[in-house]
């Protein structure tokens, strides 16, 4: 896809520079070669992958940078969404994509390999068994968000932040799952999906109010 089509595209979502733009079309290429193979997105047209996936994770970028995150988790990506987007726009942060499904882990080596993200690090594996932390973790439409979450707010440093690209009606539902966050006003993401980026910050308390919890 030609990097005019997808500036076109990202505009009620974000500006790339142009280095950026060629970075994305190169990306999309191989999405939709490893697509027709393997089941790593639903999305199959390529204009809509770009509002979709990329255009949404790079709206999440715009807000999250200011955190100047050193380091950062992307808890099931799949595809790559929202934690390589973030890298390209990240570039001091060192992000880690925690990717169970060992095609898509595959997957998001390659791209790595060929947009020559230096930042940015797979481990195949899942969440529970990672055992570093981070001071911004991501997490955007995984399946079992009820036990994901959790896990996902696990992963985040003392006074670090959580980033969740979810739906509407579960941003409620997030606040009510977890304790020990202090949640920011949702924000509205583009493209009439209905989803939002809902912000955290985890407190010094978190961890006893997980155990009380469980």
Do not use: C
């Not at 280095?19 to 999405?31: A, H, M, P, V």
């Not at 570039?91 to 930042?119: D, R």
Request: proline share 5%; hydrophobic share 45%.
């Amino acid at each position: 896809m030609n990097t005019v089509d997808i500036d076109r595209l990202l505009q009620p979502f974000a500006k790339l520079d142009q280095q950026r733009l060629i970075l994305t079309s190169i990306y999309i290429d191989l999405l939709l070669k490893w697509n027709a193979r393997i089941n790593l997105t639903a999305v199959r047209g390529p204009e809509e992958m770009v509002t979709r996936h990329f255009g949404e994770s790079f709206f999440a970028a715009g807000i999250l940078r200011p955190y100047s995150p050193a380091s950062l988790i992307d808890l099931g990506p799949g595809a790559g969404f929202p934690g390589i987007p973030l890298a390209m726009l990240m570039p001091e942060a060192k992000v880690t994509l925690i990717e169970s499904n060992q095609k898509k882990s595959t997957f998001l080596k390659e791209v790595i390999f060929a947009l020559k993200l230096a930042n940015v690090s797979v481990f195949s594996g899942r969440g529970e068994d990672y055992q570093q932390k981070a001071a911004m973790v991501t997490m955007r439409a995984v399946e079992r968000f009820e036990q994901a979450l959790p896990m996902a707010l696990d992963l985040v440093d003392q006074e670090g932040q959580i980033a969740l690209m979810i739906g509407t009606s579960q941003a409620a539902q997030a606040r009510g799952l977890v304790r020990g966050v202090e949640w920011r006003d949702a924000i509205t993401v583009p493209g009439g999906h209905s989803r939002v980026l809902l912000v955290g910050t985890k407190s010094v308390k978190v961890e006893q109010s997980q155990k009380k919890l469980g």
